[in-house]
Nanobody, 124 residues
Framework: QVQLVESGGGLVQAGGSLRLSCAAS????????MGWFRQAPGKERDFVGA????????YYADYVKGRFTISRDNARNIVYLQMNSLKPEDTAVYYC?????????????????WGQGTQVTVSS
């Protein structure tokens, strides 16, 4: 079992920044990749980005490239999502997820465990 807890969400004006954190506990040695997804009201859960545990390779959805950055602290089992130049359309609940093994980082089905989510609201 892996437990994931997100934090750092909140209300920010357009153009502002937020940093989300995802702390993992439990059987963290089994984690190969960590992903971030988001879900806006009435919409499906969308891929935001992911990072591999071993080499730190990162992958991003096109709509966040250049604005969002994922990083990791393997010693502390924390993954970060730095969000800059936020837009109102970034408003959503953001979830982190862990995968034991995946080659398709953008697919939610590849992830085994999910956090409870943290709300991000961007005002115009």
């Amino acid at each position: 079992q892996v437990q994931l807890v997100e934090s750092g969400g909140g209300l920010v004006q357009a153009g502002g920044s937020l940093r989300l954190s995802c702390a993992a506990s439990g059987r963290t040695a089994n984690i190969n990749a960590m992903g971030w997804f988001r879900q806006a009201p009435g919409k499906e859960r969308d891929f935001v980005g992911a990072i591999s545990r071993s080499f730190g390779d990162t992958y991003y959805a096109d709509y966040v490239k250049g604005r969002f950055t994922i990083s990791r602290d393997n010693a502390r089992n924390i993954v970060y999502l730095q969000m800059n130049s936020l837009k109102p359309e970034d408003t959503a609940v953001y979830y982190c997820a862990s995968a034991r093994w995946t080659t398709n980082y953008a697919s939610a089905n590849e992830y085994n465990y999910w956090g409870q989510g943290t709300q991000v609201t961007v005002s115009s």
